[in-house]
């Protein structure tokens, strides 16, 4: 099932337009943004290849379960929690900032809380599900989803409004030295594989996280399309302008013959659906996290009647939102997802050098606890034959 | 025996009871002539005792025919009755003579889901020629049928499972015969009825059994591994689990050419997409979100709402109740009449209300397309299904327009992934090459 | 059943409490006036220096040629914004700018206040969009709003078909986009240029351009030479290349057109631009090409390449760059602050070399 491992790659790498990647690196552009991506490829790259590769010797188990499995209780929790919180957190960044878009493009009169309770319903709905629904509505969105965006990506690449131009002055300028916080930006590209961290429940035993050059090369394609394109189509000076850059920028773009004619309008109703994903994603992952805190419940992967505290921790999460969004305006969000994005960063430089000391500690057979779940169980949670 | 059996029946008027004397011996002999057949309990019974009377013979044929069971439980007589038997009592022994009218002898024609160029026979309301039709194609050693009896079911309709013993998962088995079980009601009539009690949760929004007239249907997934349930007295097989895509094949599918059947595919789920979203994308596009789609189209739809005097949703309801009204009309009358009736509603009336000024000339379109897509998919259960979804998302169209139709879909494609038909994922793509894999492995351990 | 119950009720509050949020927002499509066209005009009043003019669409379920109704709307303001605020108590339904795709700025606005300020009401603007075609009207933006062309099928669609290919490909019409036009007005080494649309009797005639600094027009180019320019900026194909012979006039049309720009260094840089143009002859005397078909193509090439030159030294002399000559040059040079005052300091110095590679591909139908 390795598949489902690169849909998450692939969607979080077309996500960070969404949380305000590529604005980040263009306010950068002229002091160090171009410098950053090479390395933050190389990081990246890393960070997702040597993380797998660990969870490898763990098939079927998340995150929660290694955690049990290694470290005293005490600590478990107290890492589960930040996980959560840290997932939690970039779905209610995202969820604001795109019923925010969404609000300005589409239904500018209503309240934006509208668009909130919609969105936010739709996230408790679909991040309550068992991780195994969530797997299959990845899948099938992202299927539906993607030909259409990438179709989008070549018809702005090959567009003769692009100005090369303007690319290559931007691009030039690889020769100042690097800056932090666009190089912090980057590597989000890469951070679809986290995901591993729950879904690797799902995995039998003897799975193997084949064909990893795909993490470099579909994830530095996102990278450089969300950074050069905005500059190819607004030039050097007049991109530094504008708040919704991919919006602004996708509204270059027209369908001659289409049925809508606004590429923009395209571009924001699919990414309508990459958000949900995202946010489901993060919710569940966080949901998942919180509830491996307690001993009440065992992780089932498969589950399709929804428990009650599935229902009660998402609504805690849709509730958080609402208040986030009170609280918060473009500016503010820009900072808050800037610090996200920087928090973020550590988090998976925690995370990789847990995977590697728990890798270790397993081939040396140490450990606290014994397997917690019986050999003959397989993946989906269904008893073998 | 004749007065035990009255008594339990109440002495109907419709039941013959004679003791017959033929001038050597007497029998007690009773039956409904309206369920047995006459020639059969006349050639079998009658001619035996009264013409050609031997009693050496006549005793052989009671006990080596296999038309002959003995009876010798009292409480049975009453039920045998009923089934179509006819009841004798001979020298102090109670036979139960099997003589059940059969109405069809032949394969009915196919009425619901048509083919071209696929088989054009299709299930009778008779169980036995229906298993005959089965067999004949999927004629196979591993195919177990198995009869599934129940007590509490006053219609006593007989119920068969039928599955591939290599093929089908022995979890799935159970858990449909724990389903079946649970069926509470004591009257079924129908395989749609018996659908419905057998699905798990009472308002699922799709259904999770799928119900066919067509034997080749029946046996291509009874090679798939799935399971049929057939019911006594219906046109119709029920097959399980089975997945969103079952739905939208027709068997045709399988007899076109690949490339046609591609397309009539591609054809059903643009159709599906049309019929759910056409009218909650009307009533985006006029009251909320004009500018999205191209300039054209917002002018005249601007300039045919002109006369229009209420808001787009209540044109939008009114629309829609009335092509409802007019497939669920034409569906009850009678055939002639009916074509009449789609004239009257879906011409006239249309025309009329678009000249009137009471919806624009774009809604009459929308409508139209609306109920043509809907006929587009091939499984009528199915289709009802989608007509209702239709609502929910004009609905949520009506509050939020284009935002609220996309979040409405990303919900239902989540429902639809989060839904089991017996244990197995009904929306997941790809699902099939993974379950040959996990066969392959099983396999082995099961032979062994 | 009792949880079912419960259920159920909390959905149906949950809905009906929707509906007073959701309800209000819904305006049906027959209570918004579609804008076609904006036009942005000064006016005399210095207390309301901003006329803006609207043109709406009148619909109708009947398309024929002719039959496309328009309402003109003038508003004076001291901002496009407020003008606009305004406009709205002149009509009796909401404006909807979804649909608006031509913006015209008046030709005496340019030359004496240019379009900042009107560019930073477009940009900020969620409803307006980037691929609305921007022009300017002369003399003025209402005297082009107020025509109406016979053609027109529905509002607004005949100034919107001559831009950009669509329908009519004209090779002395400029197209330029509101997000481009954006871009230019703050690029470095990279200046907005604008079609220039003018009204005669019952259509619009767009065959000059407009070239601007960063504020005001400095220079409108004859049909000859926007069509010269189109052919090199803008690779537009459908245009002819004509010369005179002493035979006649010689004319080709052309169908196709590429051109690249080279910065050669040097201690004063030399801009050269190689046109390769490929085409038919359309007018000719007869049999002039079969005596000298390679001699021809030379000929032509070095007319057109002299004219080109004309017309760049003549757009270099007013200081204005909208070739996009330096920007060319600093993507060569790493982008550097530095460079970019270099290239300043020398453009009004700088060479230019025209190198065009025609190809006659034949002769029509006869020799």
């Not at chain 1, 991109?239 to 923009?264: A, E, H, P």
Request: hydrophobic share 45%; proline share 5%.
């Amino acid at each position: 099932m390795v598949r489902f491992f690169y849909y998450h790659v692939i969607y979080v790498g077309m996500m960070n337009i969404m949380v305000l990647v590529p604005s980040m690196l263009i306010s950068h552009r002229f002091n160090g943004a171009v410098s950053a991506m090479p390395i933050a490829i190389v990081s990246g790259t890393l960070f997702a290849c040597v993380t797998s590769f660990c969870f490898q010797r763990f098939p079927g188990m998340g995150l929660p379960e290694l955690y049990k499995r290694f470290l005293p209780r005490w600590l478990g929790i107290a890492l589960n929690l930040l996980g959560a919180f840290a997932w939690a957190t970039g779905g209610i960044i995202v969820l604001y900032s795109y019923s925010n878009t969404i609000g300005l493009f589409f239904n500018p009169e209503t309240s934006p809380y509208i668009n909130l309770a919609i969105m936010s319903a739709a996230c408790i709905w679909a991040a309550s599900r068992c991780s195994r629904s969530v797997q299959f509505t990845q899948e099938m969105l992202l299927i539906l989803s993607s030909p259409v965006i990438f179709w989008i990506m070549f018809k702005a690449i090959l567009s003769p409004w692009l100005d090369w131009d303007a690319i290559r002055v931007v691009a030039g300028r690889i020769t100042e030295p690097p800056s932090v916080v666009p190089f912090f930006a980057a590597t989000f590209v890469f951070s679809g594989y986290l995901n591993v961290t729950l879904f690797n429940r799902l995995t039998e035993r003897g799975h193997r996280y084949k064909h990893l050059w795909i993490i470099p090369v579909f994830c530095s394609f996102f990278l450089l399309v969300s950074f050069f394109v905005p500059i190819g189509f607004h030039g050097t000076q007049a991109v530094g302008n504008y708040l919704y850059l991919w919006s602004v920028t996708m509204d270059c773009l027209i369908m001659k013959y289409g049925f809508i004619q606004r590429v923009l309008y395209l571009f924001l109703l699919l990414y309508t659906l990459l958000s949900l994903l995202f946010v489901m994603n993060t919710w569940h992952t966080a949901m998942e996290f919180v509830k491996a805190c307690t001993r009440r419940y065992p992780p089932r992967p498969e589950q399709p009647e929804v428990p009650r505290i599935n229902w009660y921790i998402c609504t805690v999460f849709a509730v958080c939102t609402f208040g986030y969004a009170y609280m918060m305006n473009d500016l503010r969000n820009q900072m808050v997802s800037e610090l996200w994005l920087i928090g973020r960063y550590f988090i998976e430089l925690l995370l990789l050098l847990l995977v590697i000391l728990f890798a270790c500690l397993e081939r040396k057979g140490v450990r606290r606890r014994p397997d917690p779940r019986p050999p003959t169980k397989n993946a989906n949670g269904v008893p073998g034959p | 025996m004749l007065k035990e059996v009255k008594n339990k029946l109440g002495n109907p008027d419709d039941l013959i009871s004679e003791t017959m004397d033929n001038g050597y011996t007497k029998m007690e002999f009773c039956f409904f002539p309206g369920m047995c057949d006459i020639n059969q309990v006349k050639n079998g019974i009658l001619v035996p005792f009264s013409y050609r009377f031997d009693p050496d013979e006549f005793r052989r044929m009671l006990r080596a025919d296999l038309a002959f069971i003995h009876a010798d439980k009292p409480d049975e007589w009453a039920s045998m009755l009923l089934k179509g038997c006819a009841l004798l009592e001979y020298e102090g022994e109670v036979f139960a003579f099997g003589a059940v009218r059969r109405m069809q002898t032949k394969p009915d024609p196919t009425e619901v889901e048509a083919s071209l160029q696929g088989p054009q026979s299709a299930y009778t309301e008779d169980l036995d020629l229906n298993l005959n039709l089965v067999r004949t194609v999927y004629n196979s050693t591993t195919l177990s049928v198995e009869w599934h009896q129940k007590d509490n079911i006053a219609s006593q309709s007989r119920i068969m499972i039928l599955y591939d013993r290599e093929k089908a998962n022995r979890d799935t088995v159970k858990e449909v015969r724990t389903q079946l079980d649970k069926v509470g009601k004591n009257l079924i009539l129908g395989a749609g009825q018996l659908a419905k009690l057998m699905s798990h949760n009472r308002h699922r929004l799709f259904p999770v059994i799928l119900l066919t007239e067509r034997p080749d249907r029946t046996v291509m997934h009874l090679n798939k591994g799935k399971i049929v349930v057939m019911l006594d007295g219906s046109r119709f097989a029920l097959l399980m689990p089975v997945r969103f895509f079952d739905f939208l094949s027709a068997m045709d599918d399988y007899y076109e050419p690949f490339w046609m059947s591609r397309f009539l595919i591609v054809l059903r789920y643009i159709s599906m997409l049309l019929t759910l979203t056409l009218p909650a994308l009307y009533i985006s596009i006029v009251s909320y979100n004009p500018e999205v789609f191209r300039v054209q189209l917002a002018f005249s739809i601007d300039g045919s709402r002109a006369a229009v005097p209420y808001p787009s949703f209540i044109e939008v309801l009114i629309m829609l109740f009335m092509i409802e009204a007019l497939i669920e009309a034409s569906i009850r009358l009678p055939r002639f009449v009916g074509s009449t009736a789609a004239t009257v509603g879906g011409l006239i009336l249309g025309q009329a209300a678009q000249q009137a000024g009471l919806v624009s000339s774009i809604m009459i379109i929308v409508t139209s397309v609306v109920a043509i897509s809907n006929f587009v998919i091939p499984n009528s259960t199915f289709s009802y299904f989608i007509r209702i979804i239709k609502y929910v998302f004009v609905a949520v169209s009506i509050f939020s327009g284009l935002i609220g139709v996309v979040v409405t879909l990303f919900m239902l494609i989540v429902y639809l992934c989060n839904m089991r038909s017996f244990g197995e994922p009904y929306f997941a793509l790809f699902m099939n090459a993974k379950k040959h894999a996990g066969k392959d492995q099983t396999k082995p351990q099961k032979a062994g | 059943m009792k949880r079912a119950g419960i259920r159920l009720l909390l959905l149906a509050s949950f809905s009906w409490s929707l509906l007073p949020l959701g309800g209000c927002q819904l305006k049906d499509i027959d209570k918004r006036f579609f804008v076609v066209s904006a036009g942005f005009d000064v006016a005399d009043n210095p207390a309301k220096p901003y006329r803006v003019t609207l043109r709406l669409a009148l619909t109708s379920s009947k398309l024929e040629a002719g039959a496309s109704h328009t309402q003109v709307e003038t508003m004076d303001a001291a901002s496009v914004a407020e003008a606009v605020r305004h406009l709205k108590a002149n009509v009796d339904k909401e404006l909807e700018f979804g649909h608006c795709r031509e913006f015209v700025f008046g030709r005496e606005m340019l030359e004496q206040k240019g379009f900042q300020e009107v560019m930073e009401w477009l940009a900020r603007r969620r409803d307006i969009q980037g691929v609305s075609n921007v022009m300017i009207g002369d003399p003025d933006a209402s005297s082009i709003l107020e025509t109406k062309p016979l053609s027109e099928r529905y509002p607004g669609n005949a100034l919107f078909l001559t831009f950009g290919n669509e329908g009519t490909e004209a090779s002395d019409t400029v197209t330029e986009y509101l997000f481009d036009l954006y871009r230019r007005e703050y690029e470095t080494g990279l200046d907005p240029v604008l079609p220039v649309v003018r009204s005669v009797q019952h259509a619009y005639q767009i065959n000059r351009v407009a070239l601007l600094d960063k504020e005001k027009i400095r220079l409108i180019l004859s049909p000859e030479e926007t069509q010269i320019y189109n052919m090199t900026a803008n690779d537009i194909r459908k245009s002819v290349l004509a010369m005179p012979t002493a035979e006649g006039r010689l004319v080709m049309a052309v169908t196709k057109v590429r051109s690249r720009v080279s910065v050669a260094d040097g201690g004063i840089p030399k801009v050269v631009l190689h046109v390769r143009a490929t085409g038919f002859l359309e007018q000719s005397p007869p049999r002039l090409l079969e005596r000298d078909w390679d001699g021809l193509e030379r000929k032509l090439g070095r007319y057109f390449s002299e004219k080109t030159v004309e017309l760049l030294e003549k757009i270099r002399d007013q200081n204005i760059d909208p070739y996009g000559f330096g920007l060319h040059y600093l993507a060569n040079h790493y982008g550097r602050p530095s460079t970019w005052e270099k290239w300043k300091e020398l453009y009004p110095r700088v060479k230019f070399e025209v190198r065009t590679d025609v190809k006659i591909q034949g002769t029509g139908l006869i020799r």
